[in-house]
């Protein structure tokens, strides 16, 4: 546990829920760590960290707001005044002091507020500004998303500031630049900015929102009916808002010989980080987790170490929270939490899986059955679409995931929920089905 002395962010906790016994011979190691930040605001008693910020002050923060101008928000036309209205809202909600810029996003990008190359700082005066430069947003051209993503960067980085964050909204496929291209933005954008992506109506792709929103650790969401952009444009600022501590890193030690098979973040929803590992000297790596407010969230670390015999135990890891800085080197949350691996003749202890483990494998399984199931479906295989789509009811049941089985049932029709029994539904709206692949890697916490 981190204490801080008069420190105005959130004090961070790791806690670790494993089965440590293996049999003889065992060599895969499960454990799931949650991480929490709480008492943000609070005064703590020790010594208060870089990027960290004493009672009184709030972090300083950017964000810009990219809204989708082109032609397709023209249809409806209430679809563009929705969009100005939503803007208007998030504008509102951006704290005094906080600098900010609004993006007018179509095939190029444009500087809607402040403009001249720079970021505005909140008060009375320039929000009101900001409301007023909206009122000229027109929807007009095509859409090519990297570009907004580029001046969201460029105007971000000018600010000297910890936390930068984006807004982004879309109603249309990126259909004026290239996937590549598309991808090389987002890789330019990844660990300088994180954010939020929004897809408003059905005829934008799901993979491309939520891919913007993975790569830059924010969430992606439909806004089915645009005049419910306004309250999700609010929710997401506030959320911004509440954010204190920037660039927060798992770091993961293990001992020789120990091999990592995956980590994931598996609450409140599933993100694979293995791949975004960065060496952080002899034998330890840094996943990116991004900005914490008062929060919790929870990781699954995945583990094969060396065979051992019976009696033998060892450290299979060592999870700990650190924020790079920028002269180098880094800042230690003092948060640490110890993966066990014990070797045992005990087949009832070296069998059962941990509750937490068990939950989470379910969820992880819940969300990719949903992607292959839907994905099957768009294939026209009704067989394969039944049998995934079936499992992923089961599991929902299973888990007590409620949201996620509602929006299953948009889609199949379930006769035997904990048999994983369903027909597809002949007609599904695209909505339902778009909120359910966009939903899709939500989770539940485990039951108590």
């Known amino acids: ?34 991480v929490s930040a709480t008492g943000g605001g609070t005064i703590g008693n020790a010594v208060a960290a870089p990027h960290l910020y004493s009672a009184g002050q709030s972090p300083e923060a950017a964000v810009a707001i990219m809204v989708d101008c082109s032609g397709s928000m023209d249809y409806p036309p ?33 500087e809607v507020y ?31 998303i990297g570009t907004w993503l580029g001046l969201a960067d460029r105007l971000l980085a000018s600010a000297d500031v910890s936390i930068r964050h984006g807004i982004l909204l879309t109603d249309g496929r990126n259909e004026h630049e290239s996937p590549e291209d598309l991808r090389a933005a987002l890789d330019s954008c990844a660990g300088r900015f994180t954010c939020d992506a929004r897809g408003v109506g059905t005829d934008w792709e799901v993979k491309e929102v939520t891919g913007i929103a993975s790569a830059l650790l924010g969430t992606a969401d439909i806004v089915a009916d645009p005049a419910a952009l306004s309250a999700d444009f609010t929710q997401m600022m506030e959320t911004a808002m509440g954010k204190e501590v920037a660039d927060v890193s798992l770091r993961l ?65 060592r999870v700990s929270l650190v924020i790079p800085q920028s002269e180098g080197g880094v800042h230690n949350l003092g948060a640490q939490g110890l993966v066990r691996a014990v070797w045992t003749e005990d087949m009832v202890a070296s069998t059962s899986i941990n509750p937490q483990v068990a939950h989470y494998t379910g969820q992880a399984e819940l969300a990719q059955v949903i992607h292959q199931g839907l994905d099957a479906r768009k294939a026209g295989d009704a067989d394969g679409a039944t049998a995934k789509l079936g499992r992923a009811v089961q599991l929902a049941s299973a888990s007590g995931n409620a949201d996620t089985a509602k ?42």
Request: glycine share 10%; aromatic share 4%.
């Open 114 to 144: 402040p403009g001249g190359g720079r970021l505005a700082v909140a008060n009375a005066h320039t929000r009101g500004q900001a409301k007023q430069a909206l009122r000229k947003l027109s929807a007009g051209g095509g859409t090519a």
């Open 253 to 317: 030690w293990t001992p020789l010989g120990t091999e990592i098979k995956f980590v994931k973040q598996v609450a409140p929803t599933v993100e694979e980080l293995t791949g975004r590992r960065t060496e952080a000297g002899p034998r330890a790596g840094d996943y990116p987790t991004g900005s914490w407010g008062d929060e919790s969230r929870d990781y699954h670390v995945c583990l094969e170490v060396p065979a051992a015999g019976i009696g033998q135990e060892m450290l299979a890891a």
């Open 78 to 110: 209430t679809k563009m005044r929705n969009a100005r209205d939503a803007t208007a809202a998030a504008v509102d909600t951006v704290r005094d002091g906080v600098h900010f810029a609004v993006i007018g996003g179509t095939h190029i990008a444009k």
């Open 1 to 34: 546990m981190a204490n801080f002395s008069k420190s105005n962010v959130p004090q961070f906790s790791v806690d670790v829920y494993q089965n440590e016994y293996l049999p003889e011979g065992g060599r895969e190691v499960n454990a799931i760590v949650t």
């Open 407 to 448: 929006l299953l049932a948009k889609v199949v029709d379930v006769v035997d929920a904990a048999a994983g029994t369903v027909r597809l539904k002949a007609k599904v709206e695209d909505a339902d089905e778009m909120t359910l692949e966009t939903r899709s890697t939500k989770t539940v916490r485990v039951k108590k």
